[in-house]
């Protein structure tokens, strides 16, 4: 049973335009959420985090949060072809008086054409 | 800051030898560090979580005695792959916790068992 669902993708844009990625989830007890950007061969990168019901922009990223809905987005603006990677989301539980377990979606590729 | 460093960042060896690859966190101290492996376009896999002065927790179909996890210190985790086959080539990749559930990657090893 996947607790992370992405949709694989492609999702192609044209450069410049709004790049959306969506992210839904199983757990209810997460609490911390997360999007990293791996380019091929390489290992992912932390492009951000958000713990709260709502947006959260960082430059050209703006992460969204929809506890009920169990949904989390990343938005991109003025998409670039520098941003043609796999996107991961990840959503973190922190049991009481256990680790942290981070669970992994399997990716959205995204192209930005030129 | 948050700089996670993997050694060697490629390795071949021999089908039966052992390979040992070290995470280090370099500007902060991980009390937990994470070993996922990625095969070819597919997702993360969690491997073991670290924690620093007791046992790695492996995750479930996870060979403990083949994956030998050691965390001496607080930013010094390493994995042994012991008598490597061909099936285990993969890229392995370590992450370590920062602060607010945060996971930091290393830039990953590509092991091939030849």
């Known amino acids: 049973q996947k607790e992370v669902e992405q949709n694989s993708g492609p999702l192609s844009v044209p450069e410049g335009a709004i790049a959306s990625l969506n992210c839904t989830y199983s757990?209810?007890?997460?609490?911390?959420f997360f999007w990293y950007r791996q380019y091929s061969g390489k290992s992912p990168e932390l492009i951000m985090f958000?713990?709260?019901?709502g947006d959260k922009e960082d430059g050209r990223f703006t992460a969204q949060l929809n506890k009920a809905s169990q949904y989390v987005s990343l938005l991109i603006r003025d998409s670039q072809p520098s941003d043609s990677a796999t996107y991961l989301c990840?959503?973190?539980?922190?049991?009481?008086?256990?680790?942290?377990?981070?669970?992994f979606g399997t990716g959205t590729k995204l192209q930005v054409i030129p | 800051g948050a700089v996670v460093s993997q050694h060697p960042s490629r390795v071949i060896c021999k089908s039966g030898t052992s390979v040992k690859i070290e995470c280090r966190s370099l500007?902060?101290?991980?009390?937990?560090m994470f070993w996922y492996r990625q095969f070819p376009k597919k997702s993360l896999m969690l491997m073991a979580t670290?924690?620093?002065?007791?046992?790695?927790?492996?995750e479930q179909g996870v060979e403990k005695d083949k994956f030998l996890i050691n965390h001496a210190s607080l930013t010094l985790s390493t994995l042994t792959v012991t008598s490597a086959h061909p099936e285990d080539s993969s890229f392995y990749i370590c992450?370590?916790?920062?602060?607010?559930?945060?996971?930091?990657f290393g830039p990953g090893t590509r092991l091939t068992v030849l």
């Open positions: 992450s370590a916790e920062g602060g607010g559930d945060t996971q930091y």
């Open positions: 757990d209810r007890g997460s609490q911390s």
């Open positions: 958000i713990y709260s019901n």
């Open positions: 990840a959503a973190a539980q922190s049991p009481l008086g256990g680790y942290q377990k981070v669970t």
């Open positions: 500007d902060f101290q991980a009390t937990t």
């Open positions: 670290s924690n620093e002065g007791s046992k790695a927790t492996y």
